[in-house]
């Protein structure tokens, strides 16, 4: 009779308390949020390895400096000394310098005025092939194709050579014409290595950094 009546109690009780442990077992999952507590969050360091690419922000950063800074071709970078010689001679005063834009589709001056005299003829400053000759806009140019992906544009010059003709280092390509440079008559000379547009002095004068030796015997 005790035992029908402690079961029938026993029944009678909250599930809660009739089932030990049932609210939470100490086996129980945690839920989510209690999974991986604020204090356990990854640190700045692991969240972005040192073998993690640039973002594309900074990518784009060090493209545009680069762009402005040296904009000289592989040979340059890599230590070659000039080998070209100045298109005019004799060797004409820099009336306006290269001074790229930051970004490609924006103005700055993507080649070098050279000054002259008028009738002063034009001579390729390196052997190569005429790869245009024609006007673009208002101004009659002719490009000569150096090979190695570099090519020389002049500017307003006026040429009796065809596309196709193959001209040696210092060979006459043609007549400078006054217009280009408002206050002053210039030629513009550009260059471009592929598609890029680079310094055109590099290729005549020794752009390379100096670089100091320490003396012999010093400290």
């Not at 079961?7 to 049932?22: E, H, M, N, R």
């Not at 060090?62 to 000289?72: C, D, I, K, L, P």
Request: proline share 13%; with cysteine; hydrophobic share 45%.
């Amino acid at each position: 009779m005790k035992t029908s009546v402690l079961l029938a109690a026993f029944l009678l009780l909250p599930a809660s308390i009739a089932t030990p442990g049932a609210g939470l077992p100490n086996s129980a999952p945690l839920p989510y949020s209690a999974a991986i507590p604020s204090s356990a969050a990854i640190p700045n360091s692991a969240a972005i390895p040192n073998s993690a690419p640039i973002p594309n922000s900074a990518a784009g950063f060090s493209h545009a400096a680069v762009a402005r800074q040296g904009s000289t071709t592989t040979a340059a970078r890599a230590g070659a000394a000039p080998s070209w010689q100045w298109p005019l001679a004799p060797r004409p005063p820099v009336l306006r310098p290269f001074d790229p834009p930051p970004k490609p589709w924006l103005s700055g001056h993507r080649g070098v005025d050279l000054d002259f005299a008028a009738g002063t003829q034009v001579l390729s400053p390196e052997a190569g092939t005429v790869s245009f000759a024609g006007v673009v806009v208002d101004r009659p140019v002719i490009t000569i194709d150096h090979g190695g992906g570099l090519r020389s544009s002049f500017e307003p010059v006026e040429s009796t050579l065809a596309v196709g003709a193959a001209v040696a280092r210092g060979e006459v390509i043609g007549t400078v014409l006054p217009g280009h440079c408002p206050a002053a008559q210039c030629l513009h000379w550009g260059v471009r290595e592929g598609e890029d547009y680079v310094n055109p002095l590099q290729f005549v004068l020794d752009l390379r950094p100096s670089i100091l030796l320490p003396l012999a015997g010093g400290p």
